[in-house]
């Protein structure tokens, strides 16, 4: 089966990797050419992502069976509509399904009259008075929210990015004038998990769960980023994710995805639930029409079942099942120096790619050329694979020395201290819990 994959970062690498293990003939067509897919794809087409005619013209032209979207920003174009007219299906939803993930105001009302659980206050203003004197009603911390995508940048949120809800007025009026629109949330505090599951439109079928490390730097501090590195257990939960909170946010996507079929919009491919565990259980934070990056790359190498045959499920509608090996993961992204406000650009980076295999550690290509120039974004991912989190940390820390460049990651993803913070966090918000083995 010829396959073509839409996209060339890290999440696309992992993607590719585990189709042509699955059996896939893989064809890519992404902005640049990522050197870790250009091994892997029979064929490969340098275009924009989002130029959805070019990518027909590919799919055309590589005489593709079916196609897997990795990204957000074609799904938003229409692209699975546009495939699938032309006689190819597609992995990923149709531009009005994938709405929950590109117009945020929509996903909320969504929520709202489906009477989703996981709910959240919230408000969508087009009147900066209106607006204005609602956060004072309100009067506790908000969320100020741009309605469209941003690329993981322009949510700001009282505490962190906005000293107090009077930054929050000014930034929420500054997006009212851009925009024309903005959503103002309650904050819910607590910790952040990632729940992904597999959707056909009907059945679906969840993916283990990984915890994103967003922050720049370590310690949790810096600026937000698509993700500098992320986890995942054995047992498919988090230390702080308790069995009956997995079980409310699983409820909250299949709750989802059928609301979706009742409003005859079915939701097919990788739905992405951002759920903040708070005080009272999970509440959705956002959801994203695809996989994360870097989630995908925790969990996709776990794929026991065929990721063809899942995709050949979700296209058809016969999803049945999806198995994972009950490993610990740890992915540590390296970034640009600089990175996310100003990377270094067009340097080159050196990998001693046999250096790194002997470590046991694997490597995924992101935002970098043939030539292993960097292109702005998060360069270079290292995964480990292990029985234990500890393991699986330490295999991928011990790759990173053979990459060498003007780099900068994070040590303290997956560590027992920063996984202990979390948990102590989660104690002190006054929830009693056993922390899970991981
Ligand atoms: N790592 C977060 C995302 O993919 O949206």
Redesign the pocket.
């Known amino acids: 089966m010829r396959v073509l994959l839409v996209g060339g970062g890290g999440r696309e690498h992992a993607i590719g990797e585990v189709l042509v293990r699955s059996g896939a003939e893989l064809y890519v067509v992404s902005n640049h050419k990522n050197p870790g897919l250009a091994r892997l794809a029979k064929g490969y087409g340098l275009a924009k992502e989002t130029d959805v005619g070019k990518v027909l013209e590919y799919a055309e032209k590589f005489g593709v069976d079916m196609a897997f979207i990795g990204s957000e920003a074609p799904l938003e174009k229409g692209i699975v509509d546009t495939l699938e007219e032309n006689g190819v299906p597609a992995v990923g939803p149709s531009r009005e399904a994938a709405k929950l993930e590109t117009d945020k105001a929509f996903a909320r009302a969504f929520m709202e009259h489906n009477k989703i659980p996981g709910r959240k206050v919230f408000r969508v203003f087009t009147d900066v008075t209106e607006m204005r004197s609602w956060i004072d009603d309100f009067g506790k911390p908000v969320v100020v929210k741009p309605i469209g995508l941003t690329g ?1 940048k322009g949510v700001k949120v009282v505490g962190y990015q906005l000293n107090d809800n009077e930054e929050a007025k000014a930034y929420a009026e500054e997006l009212i004038r851009r925009d024309g629109r903005v959503l103002i949330e309650e904050r819910t505090d607590g910790v952040e998990f990632t729940f992904q599951v597999f959707s056909d439109g009907k059945h679906v079928v969840p993916i283990p769960l990984t915890q ?1 490390y ?1 922050h720049a730097y370590e310690n949790d501090e810096g600026p937000i980023t ?2 500098m590195g992320s986890y995942s257990c054995p047992n498919g939960l988090l230390p702080f994710v308790t069995k009956e909170d997995y079980e409310r946010a699983l409820e909250t996507l299949k709750a989802t995805v059928e609301a979706t079929r009742r409003e005859g919009t079915p939701y097919k491919g990788i739905l992405y639930g951002q759920f903040m565990l708070s005080r009272d259980g999970p509440v959705l934070i956002e959801y ?1 029409a695809r996989f ?4 995908a790359i925790n969990v996709l190498p776990l794929l026991k079942t065929s990721l063809l045959e899942i995709a050949e499920g979700i296209v058809d509608g016969n999803l049945r099942k999806a198995e994972f090996e009950s490993k610990a993961t740890v992915v540590k992204y390296l970034a640009p120096r600089g990175y996310p406000a100003n990377p270094v650009k067009g340097v080159k980076v050196e990998v001693n790619e046999k250096a790194v295999e002997e470590t046991g550690a694997r490597l995924y290509y992101a935002s970098i050329d043939e030539s292993f120039n960097l292109l702005g974004s998060r360069a270079i991912a290292v995964l480990g694979i292990a029985e234990s989190l500890e393991d699986a940390e330490r295999i991928a820390e011990s790759a990173v020395p053979h990459i060498r460049g003007e780099l900068f990651y994070r040590r303290d993803v997956g560590t027992g201290e920063s996984v202990g913070k979390r948990i102590k966090l989660m104690k002190e918000l006054g929830r009693e819990f056993e922390p899970n083995p991981c």
């Open positions: 993981g994103d967003p698509g993700g994203n994360g990056d870097p989630e």
